[in-house]
């Protein structure tokens, strides 16, 4: 890994696709050199080569303990230090209780281990790299967290999302009095992800019908907002979650 020196340097977990992929790049054009986090060594590489050479790549499973110390022990004996940590590494399962309760609950680990368990382990692993003052903490939420999903089953996904609102309550309690910001993004629907790629045109428009703002959302919306909470004009914001939804729901 090499970088010009003065770059801020940006580790983002499930950077290879959707959400991910787009503050990659977009970090990238605010001159910062960004280290991508995921577990797919083909989607890894490829983005990074997308974006060399600002950008380079370490696979991990966040979920996995000893594998985020190693990752945040290489950057920092590469670069000396972390600025920002954006923890966008997550998917949904179905959960639901019409399932086996053997099979409900190895779904409800898998998603649970990588959208909180992840996000609380690279936490721990990196804060102690950031300056201070400087340091920004993401994480990447869900409106899920505030409704329990558009549908039945998603339970799981849920209660992970809601689960780093707490952490990001805790962090920013512990972290802000000593430079670090700590702060969720919250987004609702969002085209052509991994997440909404999928989904029904009847589902997609009987959201946007509930969208004030008249459209569905695109990663673009969530990467504007990733840069501003790891500014420096945003210091004094911390403890907070950013709903980037178009207005589906508010006053939370």
Not at 28 to 39: A, K, S
Not at 49 to 65: F, G, I, K, M
Not at 230 to 248: D, K, R, Y
Request: hydrophobic fraction near 45%.
């Amino acid at each position: 890994m090499t970088t010009q020196e003065g770059k801020r340097i940006v580790m983002i977990t499930g950077g290879t696709s959707g959400m991910g992929q787009a503050m990659a790049k977009a970090f990238v054009r605010e001159n910062c050199h960004v280290i991508i986090i995921g577990r797919d060594q083909n989607k890894l590489r490829a983005t990074a080569q997308e974006l060399e050479p600002y950008a380079t790549w370490l696979q991990v499973d966040v979920s996995q303990r000893e594998q985020v110390v190693a990752a945040a022990t290489k950057v920092v004996e590469q670069f000396g230090h972390i600025d920002v940590l954006i923890n966008a590494a997550g998917f949904v399962r179905g959960v639901d209780t019409t399932m086996p309760i053997k099979e409900a609950e190895h779904e409800w680990d898998a998603v649970l281990d990588t959208n909180l368990k992840g996000s609380f382990l690279m936490t721990i692993a990196v804060a102690p790299h950031m300056p201070r003052p400087g340091g920004r903490i993401i994480y990447i939420s869900s409106i899920a967290a505030f409704t329990g999903g558009s549908r039945a089953g998603s339970t799981a996904y849920a209660a992970a999302k809601a689960g780093v609102h707490g952490l990001t309550y805790g962090f920013a309690r512990e972290l802000s009095p000593q430079g670090i910001t700590v702060n969720a993004i919250a987004p609702g629907f969002i085209a052509n992800t991994g997440f909404t790629g999928a989904w029904s045109e009847e589902r997609v428009h009987g959201i946007i019908e509930q969208t004030p703002v008249g459209r569905g959302g695109n990663v673009n919306d969530v990467a504007v907002a990733a840069l501003y909470l790891a500014s420096p004009e945003a210091s004094f914001v911390t403890g907070e979650v950013l709903n980037v939804n178009g207005g589906w729901l508010f006053g939370h």
